[in-house]
């Protein structure tokens, strides 16, 4: 394990997307999102893709300078094609007009469909909450084999489907920021456990014939196992809701087994911004948002070493603490690292690329 700092953990997120084929801006958009999900704790989101969109890239299934289209722009519904461009680029632009539409008209009903790989969707969450706005946003993933069981099933059949539910702070720097998978954890966090040489704990995954393990790995075996949703049938039921909301009801894809798989990733998501403003006072909505976070904070802990959280403060603590003491990468990432760097035709050591 080493620590880096957030600016040469940038720098070298850039060369690689430059040499996979990203324009400046491109790369320096995902880039960002990348080392700020490592940032906030999720290096399930972080840098560690990158090795991932290099191939596919390779492969031609990300288009490295894509952004999305407006297909659709009529108030309060704005729907865009993301033609496979990288997710971050996308959703990043897609939510800034939602933004601006939910500014301007009160809400906006938000479809992108077809983008590479969003990442951290808390990111457009937070971008909504900053603008004063509330945002609920689905994410499916779908363009490769379901990962994730039916509640009761052996194999994988869904996406690990994120929800986000964002709500400004009365504090700015302070959102509420809800940001799960619906799956007992992203897959991405599999990937950091095996790389980590770290096993799961009991109940959280299936290998290729249905049976229970602890191997993080078993995502990449042969057969391909599974993992299990969050909270038995009622996180299924919402994963299953969010392959709905954000494969059908956007145009793209839910992971129905009739289009085509891999090798990629594709996100769609569907959302809704609102002004809180339109629905009553903005002062009353802040005291009691206010109200309800801080009542939720002052319960006294069952173990007094760890204070009860509201979702959004553990992504701004590992931040602060990242933020001083540089991004832990452990020695699978780095490896992952130079392996996207060798994909590319970057020969060798990232510190000299
Ligand atoms: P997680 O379990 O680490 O956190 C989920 C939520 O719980 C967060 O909002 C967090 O603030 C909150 N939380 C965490 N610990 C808490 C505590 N002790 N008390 C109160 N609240 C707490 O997240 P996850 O489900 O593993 O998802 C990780 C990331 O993966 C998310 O950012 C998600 O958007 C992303 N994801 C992306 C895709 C994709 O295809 N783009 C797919 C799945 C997941």
């Known amino acids: 394990m080493r620590r880096i700092p957030e600016a040469e953990l940038l720098d070298i997120a850039l060369r690689i997307l430059a040499a996979e084929g990203a324009p400046p801006a491109e790369a320096s958009r995902v880039a960002r999102h990348l080392v700020d999900a490592n940032l906030k704790g999720h290096d399930s989101h972080g840098v560690g893709m990158l090795e991932t969109y290099a191939s596919h890239a390779r492969a031609g299934t990300l288009k490295p300078a894509a952004h999305g289209r407006t297909s659709s722009d009529a108030p309060p519904f704005l729907q865009v094609d993301g033609q496979r461009g990288h ?66 099933g052996a194999f994988g059949r869904l996406g690990t489907n994120p929800i986000c539910i964002a709500v400004p702070g009365v504090d700015p720097a302070t959102p509420f920021v809800l940001d799960m998978a619906t799956s007992k954890v992203a897959v991405g966090k599999l990937r950091v456990a095996a790389a980590r040489g770290e096993e799961l704990p009991d109940g959280y995954a299936l290998d290729g014939h249905g049976n229970p393990t602890r191997d993080p790995g078993v995502i990449w075996a042969d057969p391909g196992g599974c993992v299990l949703p969050f909270g038995g049938h009622k996180g299924f039921g919402l994963g299953l809701a969010v392959d709905i909301l954000a494969g059908a009801l956007t145009g793209g894809d839910t992971l129905q087994p009739g289009h085509p798989r891999g090798p990629t990733i594709v996100n769609n998501l569907f959302g809704i911004l609102v002004d809180p403003g339109r629905l009553g006072s903005l002062d009353r909505f802040g005291e009691e948002v206010g109200a309800i976070l801080d009542y939720m904070r002052d319960c006294r802990p069952v173990d007094p070493g760890h204070p009860v959280l509201v979702a959004g403060e553990p992504e701004r603590a590992a931040m602060a603490e990242r933020r001083a003491s540089g991004i832990p990468i452990d020695d699978g990432t780095w490896a992952s690292l130079e392996n996207a760097a060798r994909i590319l035709g970057l020969v060798t050591g990232l510190r000299t690329l």
Not at 91 to 116: K, Q
């Open 87 to 152: 997710g971050q680029v996308v959703a990043h632009e897609a939510t800034e007009t939602a933004i601006a539409r939910a500014r301007a008209s009160g809400a906006c009903i938000l479809a992108v469909r077809d983008a590479h790989h969003m990442g951290r969707i808390g990111t457009y969450g937070e971008m909504a909450a900053a603008a004063g706005l509330v945002a609920i946003l689905v994410v499916n993933v779908v363009g490769h084999r379901g990962l994730v069981a039916p509640h009761g």
